[in-house]
């Protein structure tokens, strides 16, 4: 009871009143979590749908689709006119950094994101010198937020830490 469900229309509606607002899909693929192939397919039509009925390419923009896998990203970029992309690495149990790096690089995505342990300043370090930033998820703690911008995470994921909260790290 603590939340609203919004429409895609309305979520679509409130990014386009609000241009500096992004929204970052966190899709299911191949069904993981139970979802299945289809049913982001049948929501990112959804968005893309509702996007094309404003007339306004640049919502596009605003919308960051989370991708999990080369095979993944390939799909959206080749159906899709998205152009803002963060690669994830959740689902990837040994990672190989430079070859996920070297797939950012190829195809322009400039966000990786992984949990807060693999966050280390050796794994951000691989991804700064290609000029990739790394987000780290999920940090809901001040003093541990710091430590993740300590080792060179440029973003965090978060649940409860204000923008302003933020802000008095960098102090």
Known sequence: ????????????????QHPDMYLMTDFKWDNSFGSSNHDVETIMNAITDTIQT????????????????EENYRYIADNYPYTNYVYTLYN???PIYEEIAATCLKYNIPVVT?????????HVEIFDKWNIQVFSHTVNDLEEAGQQIEHGVKGIYTDWILPSEMEQINE
């Open 1 to 16: 009871g603590q939340y609203t469900p919004i429409s895609v229309e309305d979520l679509i509606a409130c990014i386009a």
């Open 54 to 69: 404003y007339q306004h390419l640049g919502l596009y923009e605003q919308i960051i689709i989370q991708v999990y896998s």
């Open 92 to 94: 990837y149990a040994y």
């Open 114 to 122: 992984m949990s807060k342990e693999r966050a280390t300043t050796e």
